[in-house]
């Protein structure tokens, strides 16, 4: 199989923390500012021995990560009790290829609502970033929070529930 999707291990986190620097370095060049940018390895390793990072291979190689931090992982200042989608990643040399979409789509329909049942998800970005915002739209998204992160960069925080409440009830019960 030349396309995987694996949890990360410790070992992994010099290849995620590369990763992650080339993706963001397009970003810093924009003046947006995420707190990994300015990141270290032995951040990553702990984020992976203490959170869920999932890295997308392609040859063995690392093209895609995103990292979920469950409910009971988040501080008391978190603005949702769902799951947290964060360090989301594609490697730049394999931009445009659909790897972001595969693992972003892996994280939430596989792992979130299929396996742990999670009604729903949330994540942030930069209000200022040039695409991110809009791509959550469209994959059902909605903004429900706003806060600075701490290089003060402005942050739109979004929401997707995985199963909406209903309108009408499927069936009544006589």
């Known amino acids: 199989m030349s396309q995987l999707i694996e949890v990360a291990r410790p070992d992994d986190a010099e ?28 951040q990553v390793r702990r984020v992976i021995e ?5 890295v997308l291979r392609k040859w063995k190689r690392a093209v895609a990560t995103v990292t979920v931090r469950f409910p009971w992982q988040q501080d008391e200042n978190a603005p949702s ?3 947290f989608i964060h360090w989301f990643a594609v490697d730049p040399d394999y931009k445009g290829q659909g790897f972001g979409r ?3 789509t892996y994280a939430e329909e596989t792992l979130l609502k299929e396996t742990l049942k999670a009604p729903g998800v949330y994540l942030a970005t930069a209000i200022k970033h040039p695409w991110l915002s809009e791509l959550y739209l ?15 960069e402005a942050l739109v925080f979004l929401k997707k529930e995985f199963n909406p409440p209903a309108d009408q009830p499927i069936a009544k019960i006589a």
Do not use: K, W
């Open 15 to 42: 290849e995620i923390f590369a990763l992650l620097q080339r993706a963001y370095a397009a970003l810093v060049a924009l003046d947006v500012h995420f707190t990994i940018s300015q990141g270290n390895v032995e």
């Open 50 to 54: 203490q959170e869920t990072v999932l």
């Open 81 to 83: 009790s769902l799951p």
């Open 102 to 104: 595969d693992i972003i």
């Open 138 to 152: 469209r994959r059902g998204y909605q903004p429900f929070h706003h806060r600075t992160n701490p290089l003060g």
